[in-house]
């Protein structure tokens, strides 16, 4: 159900893909300019702006019905996160992988259901990511990847490939360029995370 999930994603990012490119270079420009806007204030945050747009939230309130189903898929957001402790495996990689050493490592975790991470995007454009998670689903080496830089910082990732396998105890990480197979093998033989 995830990788159908993620697949759907990933078709929905090719049509925004598709139609970014149609867009003018204006429009390029501008959505560069916002990306890099949005990236300096999560940095160094403005207080005096982030006043004003919490002012312009205010002045412009959503409407009940709105708000109210933003606040139930939050709620059930929270509620699906609370009930599911992390467990399983993750695999993380990255696109500076050479092609022939990333298609088998996707394929073998395609094999275990491990779904495999990348920290974020090829040359930070979503048009080049797009591209290449589809020709590796196009030549069925995976059903495509997750980006969260998110789990890169959570569990101190700063060298790929990487296994995680997570568990109630915490998790364990292997590290290096090893089969799937012999890095589940290490954390069954020696990890807190063996009944996984």
Request: hydrophobic share 35%.
């Amino acid at each position: 159900m995830k990788l159908m999930n993620l697949f759907m994603v990933m078709l929905l990012l090719t049509g925004r893909a598709v139609l970014a490119e149609t867009s003018s270079v204006t429009d390029r420009e501008w959505l560069k300019q916002q990306e890099t806007l949005s990236e300096q204030l999560r940095q160094h945050p403005d207080k005096q702006l982030q006043q004003e747009l919490e002012a312009q939230i205010n002045r412009n309130p959503l409407p009940k019905s709105d708000r109210q189903f933003i606040d139930n898929l939050v709620s059930q957001q929270k509620a699906a996160n609370q009930e599911k402790p992390a467990e399983g495996a993750l695999y993380f990689v990255s696109f500076s992988i050479p092609e022939e050493g990333l298609k088998r490592m996707l394929h073998e975790t395609r094999q275990y259901g491990i779904p495999a991470t990348l920290r974020g995007l090829v040359n930070n454009d979503m048009k080049t990511t797009t591209d290449a998670v589809l020709q590796l689903v196009k030549d069925g080496v995976t059903d495509g990847v997750q980006i969260d830089p998110t789990l890169y910082t959570q569990y101190s990732i700063r060298s790929v490939p990487s296994l995680v396998v997570r568990c109630q105890a915490g998790y364990d990480v292997v590290r290096g360029n090893i089969h799937v197979k012999q890095a589940l093998e290490k954390v069954a033989q020696t990890g807190d995370c063996a009944q996984v």
